[in-house]
């Protein structure tokens, strides 16, 4: 057991390293404008991914004051999607009835990234089908080889792998870590955080 502790947190330590700092500094940049133009942020993702999607929502719209969105907050219109349209048009559908449109930023969060050929994340695959078709800009946090969202991205943060059997839980972990940064970031935060703020 402990070994495992050791080597987990070691793989963390060493996929801090090895984050493309300079893919984050365009996803600023690109987060910038979007907020310049009163854009909107939409962000998706699905498990692990869908809770940091919530999460990153909130930090968004009140640490960085970028209108943000993302479907798996309403559960009731995002299950009546995948019933009656299915699971796989759930998010693009949910995208265009919020008028996704040129000026707007979509926010991937997953491991894979979407594969159409493994039929893996389809949902995603086609939010950012529609997202290019639409002219959004795209960026994402994504593990593995990035998948279709990195093929696609304006700006792209692969987390490395370091071990096969940790892939999934690194990359979520990172997920928040990276966007934790962005929103504390000077060059986006707008409001002071709580904590640090109080004396």
Not at 136 to 159: C, E, H, M, N, P
């Amino acid at each position: 057991m402990g070994n495992y502790t050791s080597r987990y947190l070691s793989e963390a330590a060493t996929i801090a390293t090895q984050i493309d700092q300079a893919q984050i500094e365009k996803m600023i940049d690109i987060l910038l404008e979007t907020r310049i133009a009163n854009g909107r942020l939409f962000i998706i993702g699905v498990g692990g991914g869908a809770g940091n999607a919530t999460h990153a929502v909130n930090d968004f719209r009140k640490i960085a004051n970028i209108e943000s969105y993302t479907p798996t907050d309403n559960v009731s219109e995002l299950t009546a999607r995948v019933n009656d349209d299915g699971w796989d048009s759930s998010f693009a559908r949910w995208l265009s009835g919020s008028h996704l449109r040129r000026g707007d930023t979509l926010f991937v969060f997953s491991v894979g990234g979407g594969n159409r050929e493994k039929n893996i994340s389809t949902n995603i695959v086609r939010a950012l089908e529609l997202a290019h078709e639409v002219g959004a800009k795209i960026i994402g946090v994504v593990g593995r080889d990035g998948g279709y969202t990195a093929k696609v991205a304006d700006a792209a943060v692969i987390i490395p792998t370091v071990s096969a059997d940790t892939v999934t839980p690194h990359t979520e972990s990172f997920q928040a870590v990276v966007w934790h940064l962005i929103v504390s970031h000077p060059r986006l935060k707008e409001n002071e955080m709580k904590w640090e703020s109080v004396l």
